[in-house]
């Protein structure tokens, strides 16, 4: 009576394709932007010299409730462009050089944005027995750095990954016996 049941549930699975019963997983920051192209047509509609910092709140910019940003004070901003590592401030653009002489008039915003998902694919009972997990990862990334002084955005970088894509492959000859020997050893 009870192997009737467990053998419906195995059909069941074998008739639906036993990759789908695999996990999947989705890394995604709260962000103002859905897409890498979003994200770049944000920043292009930064104006050096003209966007405020009102002008980046109204972009959905706000750094007390936009996720992933990060103020830098003037200091901060100094180690990120390297001018405490004896690098001469004259390489720096004339803007930039201003804007760290003015000290606490001068702050950033760092915003780090990613979108990643992860596909497990392959053989079904080779990944639940944990013989062999192989994964897909896919997605982008975005990040920014966006300069102001007297809260007037004076420069601006960028840089990302328009699209991820990565394949993960873990191997344990031994299947779910590969972590029982160090668990043994142990008190």
Not at 96 to 106: E, P
Not at 159 to 181: A, T
Request: proline share 6%.
């Amino acid at each position: 009576m009870t192997s009737r049941p467990l053998s419906s549930l195995l059909l069941c699975c074998w008739l639906s394709g036993c990759s789908a019963l695999l996990p999947s997983g989705r890394q995604e920051d709260r962000r103002p932007w859905a897409s890498y192209q979003q994200a770049q047509q944000t920043f292009a509609d930064i104006k050096t010299g003209v966007t405020t910092l009102k002008d980046l709140q109204q972009l959905g910019l706000i750094p007390d409730t936009t996720p992933n940003i990060t103020l830098l004070n003037h200091v901060d901003l100094g180690r990120r462009l390297g001018t405490t590592a004896g690098i001469d401030l004259r390489i720096l653009p004339p803007e930039l050089q201003l804007c760290l002489a003015s000290h606490t008039h001068c702050y950033a915003m760092e915003i780090e944005e990613k979108h990643l998902e992860r596909n497990r694919y392959g053989g079904f009972w080779s990944d639940f027995l944990n013989f062999e997990r192989k994964v897909q990862v896919y997605g982008w990334q975005f990040n920014a750095l966006i300069i102001l002084q007297n809260d007037l955005v004076v420069y601006k970088l960028w840089s990302g990954k328009p699209n991820i894509e990565q394949q993960e492959q873990e191997r344990s000859p031994l299947g779910p016996l590969q972590g029982l020997g160090t668990s043994l050893l142990r008190p």
